[in-house]
C-alpha cells in the first residue's frame, strides 16, 4: 500500500494505523501524521463522490426536525448548553455557524437576540434553512463565501471541520472573517482518545468516509493555533457526544449491527427503512446490551475526559491574537478542562 501525502505538513506517512474499513463496498483506511497529530483517510473521496455522500438529504426533513421526539428534547437542551458557553465569552453580537445541518443552533440562537449567519455546503440544505428558520444560508467552497471581511463576533464549526477536504484553508477563512478580538469555537471526534483505541475501526465517531480529517486533541489545538489564534478553553466531555459515541461503540464491538442504535433514533424514512428487517428478538438483545452499556459509557466517558485527558471529543475556544491583550489579558487564562 503507497503512502499519503499529510495535507497539513506536507510529511509521507508511509503506513496506515487503521486499514480495511468497508463503506458501500469501498475500502478505506487511516493515515496518522506523528508530526501534526492528525489522520486523514484515503483514499479522500473526490467532490463528486462528496456530493453524492451529502446528498439524501439527511439534515432536510420534518421542517428541521431530525431525531424522534423524545431525543429532540434532549437536542434543545444540548443545543442552549452550547449557546450558554458560548455566552460566557460573547454576550451578543454577530455570528457564523459554519456547517450548521438543520440550522437549529442558530434558530435558538437568533431567539436570543444575535444576529445569525450560516454555511452548510449541501445546497438543498442551505435553502431548506432558509425557507425553515428565515436565516441567511449559503452554500460552496469559502472562496465563495459572500460575507465582508472581519465582520463576526463569533464563528462556530462544530463537528464540522473533520468533514471538510480543505481545513486550512476554512481556517484562514474564519480568521478573515472574524473581528478583532472574534472568537472561534471548533469541535472535532478526537482520534486519541480511549473510545477511538479501544473501538478502533467500531468506534462510532470513527464515520468513515464522511470524516476525511481525524484530530487529537493535541492536533487540532496545534492547528488552530498555527492560524492565528490563541486558545483560552479546552473541553474534552460533552454530554451530548462523549457518553453514545462509547455506547454505541461498545455495542458495534459486542457485534451489533453497526450503528444501529443510533439509526433507531433517527426520524427519517431511510432510517426505517435500514432497520426494517431486524426481528423482535433482535431488537430485545439490543435492549439488554442498551441497559448493560449505558452506566458504564457514562463512567468511561467521565474517566478518559476528566482522568486521562483524552475525551471522545475536543472543543476548543480561541481568540484572534491581534487583540488578545485586551480581551483576556496573560497567557494564564487558558483554561482546559
Not at 464563528?155 to 486550512?168: A, M
Request: hydrophobic share 40%; net charge positive.
Amino acid at each position: 500500500m503507497a503512502g499519503v501525502i499529510c495535507k497539513f505538513c506536507a510529511s509521507e506517512i508511509l503506513a496506515p494505523s487503521l486499514s480495511d474499513i468497508t463503506f458501500s463496498n469501498k475500502r478505506y483506511s487511516v493515515f496518522f501524521c506523528n508530526k501534526c497529530k492528525i489522520g486523514m483517510t484515503d483514499p479522500e473521496p473526490n467532490n463528486s463522490q462528496l456530493s453524492k455522500l451529502y446528498e439524501v438529504g439527511k439534515y432536510r426533513e420534518k421542517k428541521g426536525r431530525r431525531f424522534v421526539p423524545f431525543i429532540e428534547y434532549f437536542i434543545i437542551a444540548f443545543r442552549h448548553s452550547r449557546r450558554r458557553r458560548i455566552e460566557f465569552f460573547k454576550k451578543n453580537g454577530r455570528i457564523l455557524d459554519i456547517g450548521c445541518g438543520r440550522g437549529l443552533f442558530l434558530h435558538i440562537m437568533k431567539q436570543h437576540g444575535w444576529d445569525v449567519s450560516a454555511v452548510e455546503f449541501d445546497k438543498p440544505t442551505a435553502t431548506n434553512v432558509s425557507e425553515t428558520f428565515g436565516i441567511n444560508c449559503i452554500s460552496g467552497h469559502p472562496d465563495l463565501w459572500t460575507f465582508t471581511a472581519a465582520s463576526f463576533d463569533v464563528i462556530t464549526l462544530n463537528h464540522v471541520l473533520e468533514h471538510v477536504p480543505w481545513p486550512l484553508e476554512m481556517l484562514n477563512k474564519c480568521n478573515s472573517l472574524l473581528k478583532s478580538g472574534g472568537l472561534i469555537v471548533i469541535s472535532v471526534p478526537n482520534f486519541s482518545s480511549i473510545q477511538a483505541s479501544y473501538a478502533k475501526e467500531n468506534w462510532f465517531h470513527l464515520d468513515i468516509p464522511y470524516h476525511l480529517s481525524h484530530f487529537t486533541g493535541d492536533g487540532l489545538i496545534r492547528v488552530i493555533e498555527q492560524h492565528g489564534f490563541k486558545i483560552v478553553k479546552v473541553r474534552r466531555f460533552d454530554l451530548e457526544y462523549s457518553p453514545f459515541g462509547w455506547l454505541q461503540s461498545l455495542l458495534n464491538s459486542a457485534g451489533v449491527r453497526k450503528n444501529l442504535l443510533y439509526s433507531y433514533i433517527l426520524d427519517m424514512e431511510w432510517s426505517k427503512r435500514l432497520i426494517k428487517d431486524v426481528s423482535k428478538f433482535y431488537v430485545l438483545i439490543i435492549i439488554f446490551l442498551f441497559i448493560f452499556f449505558a452506566p458504564i459509557s457514562l463512567i468511561l466517558s467521565l474517566y478518559e475526559s476528566y482522568v486521562k485527558k483524552r475525551g471522545g471529543v475536543t472543543e476548543v475556544f480561541a481568540l484572534k491574537k491581534d487583540t488578545l491583550s485586551d480581551i483576556v489579558g496573560t497567557d494564564d487564562n487558558t483554561k482546559i478542562i
